[in-house]
């Protein structure tokens, strides 16, 4: 597990409907500080943070898939780049929502800020903004390399001709 030594606690918090006060309890984690260390510590480990379900090379639901495909289009490197998969431990998958208040999964992080989810992240490739965000993060595979590989992967093809 993540982190044995998660507790849940429930709080009762007030709605208003209407003129009349009604209580409904509403679920409220309260993550431990060690949870939040172990998830301050992941969301460090790299330039690039994504929680997901399921792993890069087999993501277990579409908005995990979609998100990882936006990340490869973009061109991030793997060396700066970790995956932490929330369905190996239902205590990361439920503190990683309070520790953003960001109530879906994925949710990427770049430099240690939550970004968003995949409708974020999917707007913001749309606008250029994740590229922006992933070059000045210095995240991205470095145009000489991918030049190299262009360049080695057309003379194996004229080779082969």
Same mark, same amino acid.
């Given at each position: 597990?993540?982190?044995? /030594?998660?507790?849940?606690?429930?709080?009762?918090?007030?709605?208003?409907?209407?003129?009349? *006060? !009604?209580?409904?309890?509403?679920?409220?984690?309260?993550?431990?500080?060690?949870?939040?260390?172990?998830?301050?510590?992941?969301?460090?480990?790299?330039?690039?943070? *994504?929680?997901?379900?399921?792993?890069?090379?087999?993501?277990?639901?579409?908005?995990?898939?979609?998100?990882?495909?936006?990340?490869?289009?973009?061109?991030?490197?793997?060396?700066?780049?970790?995956?932490?998969?929330?369905?190996? %431990?239902?205590? !990361?998958?439920?503190?990683? /929502?309070?520790?953003?208040?960001?109530?879906?999964?994925?949710?990427?992080?770049?430099?240690?800020?939550?970004?968003?989810?995949? %409708?974020?992240?999917?707007?913001?490739?749309?606008?250029?903004?994740?590229?922006?965000? *992933? %070059?000045?993060?210095?995240?991205?595979?470095?145009?000489?390399?991918?030049? /190299?590989?262009?360049?080695?992967?057309?003379?194996?093809?004229?080779?082969?001709?």
């Amino acid at each position: 597990m993540f982190l044995s /030594k998660f507790k849940l606690q429930r709080t009762i918090s007030p709605l208003i409907r209407s003129s009349n *006060l !009604l209580f409904r309890p509403q679920p409220r984690l309260f993550m431990s500080t060690e949870i939040r260390k172990a998830i301050e510590d992941a969301v460090a480990s790299a330039p690039v943070v *994504l929680f997901m379900k399921g792993t890069p090379e087999f993501p277990k639901c579409g908005f995990s898939k979609a998100t990882i495909q936006l990340l490869g289009q973009q061109g991030v490197d793997p060396a700066k780049f970790a995956a932490y998969n929330v369905l190996e %431990d239902p205590e !990361l998958r439920e503190a990683i /929502k309070e520790f953003t208040e960001w109530p879906t999964i994925p949710q990427l992080f770049v430099e240690n800020e939550f970004v968003g989810g995949c %409708d974020v992240i999917t707007s913001m490739a749309r606008s250029g903004e994740l590229a922006e965000l *992933l %070059d000045e993060a210095r995240a991205l595979v470095p145009e000489e390399v991918e030049e /190299k590989e262009s360049d080695s992967k057309q003379e194996a093809t004229q080779t082969k001709e």
